[in-house]
């Protein structure tokens, strides 16, 4: 968005502009480093924070938000100014950024006050920004959509209905995910052989049982997945600019199900994921593609097993191989026996490298519905796990419930002309 469409320029406007700016990118620098110091550093040796005090008493006045600041402002000049700060706080690994980003947004609320004074011509702000908003695109969802510097967008109604039924009523038939004999076999040949791949069935060439949990490995959750992609050849494909698959019958053909169903349905959310995270007319290589059934099952029936199933609670935090990912659930919470929870959970990576922990009082809690989830990418501190689940089912030993995603990862490769 071009500034000039807001104002007519005359000198003092662009002596006030210089002075804001200063004050806001020396007020970040200084800050930081005063907060920094002040942290490694004695009590009595603490350096002043005379400066910053004034400066964040210079903005109590100013409001929470404005009409620009929502909007129009933020798309170029918030996404310039706050890669510099990423790229300090990343570079130096300061554990303080949501404060240097609150005063960010101050600083900008008082950007956007300073941009809706009247212009020189008397328009009024309104005017302006109506006619800015037809001469130049309107971006503000592009800023609405970066969590910790990667995208993440939600996304509804991914696959087309009779596509994603068929899939679910295929997919129905296996059962082997609520056998716990089978279950607490694999958790003990996982120890011996690492080997937790079960039978191909009638749809699926390889799906297997994976054990997962933040804490123990005997307080595992059960994931019970089919592989869609060849771990030693990974899927690649080319997208057009509508971010359609090129040879989309020999992209299938790679596929491992034999379910034409399936084969549409990893296609329809491959094609998803390439426009929303703007792929479209390049090259997806690496592509991955899971479908995850968890189970869950009343506690009663854990007794006797060499583990303790948790029921999707205490799953690892982490950030995907891949540039970008998609994820979708493919039910309904309650398919069988309702539960509650079991979307998914989004934070900032902390400085506890080589451990993915989130930074304390950054978790959001994204919840799911059938046929929507999100698309992300994994380029910055954005890491994700799945939320807790609370089952419902207590009152019946038999009961059990189901959460069922499609998980989407590629790296995107710009097409070769």
Known sequence: ????????????????????????????????????????????????????????????????????????????????????????????????????????????????????????????????????????????????????????????????????EKVNREIDKDRRLFDLDLINEVFNRIDTSCKNQIPKNDIFDCPYIRFESSKRHEDSNIVYSYLLHDVGKYLVCQVDEDGKIKAKEAFKRNLLTRSEAVKELCCQALEKMAVLLDWSGNEVDRIKIFINRYPLFNPVRFKGLSFTPQNIKNMHWHRDQNEGSLVVQLNEHDCETEYSGGGLEIAQCSDSYPFIIPLEGTEEKKPYKKNGGYAFTNDMSLIHRSQDIEFKGINDEKEVAEKRIIVVMGNKRKAAK
């Open 1 to 164: 968005m071009g500034i000039s469409a807001q104002k007519i320029w005359q000198q003092h406007h662009i002596k006030d502009l210089m002075s804001l700016l200063q004050m806001g990118t020396g007020h970040l620098f200084y800050h930081s480093m005063n907060s920094h110091l002040a942290r490694s550093s004695s009590a009595g040796s603490a350096p002043s924070t005379q400066q910053s005090d004034s400066f964040k008493n210079s903005l109590n006045s100013v409001p929470e938000s404005t009409e620009l600041s929502n909007g129009l402002v933020k798309p170029g000049f918030l996404s310039a100014s706050t890669d510099t700060s990423k790229e300090v706080i990343k570079a130096d690994k300061w554990s303080f950024h949501k404060e240097l980003y609150n005063l960010h947004e101050k600083f900008l609320n008082r950007f956007a006050l300073f941009m809706l004074e009247p212009s020189a011509d008397g328009a009024s702000p309104s005017k302006k920004i109506r006619q800015d908003q037809t001469r130049y695109p309107r971006q503000s969802a592009v800023d609405k959509n970066i969590k910790y510097g990667d995208k993440f967008i939600q996304v509804k109604d991914v696959f087309d209905e009779g596509v994603l």
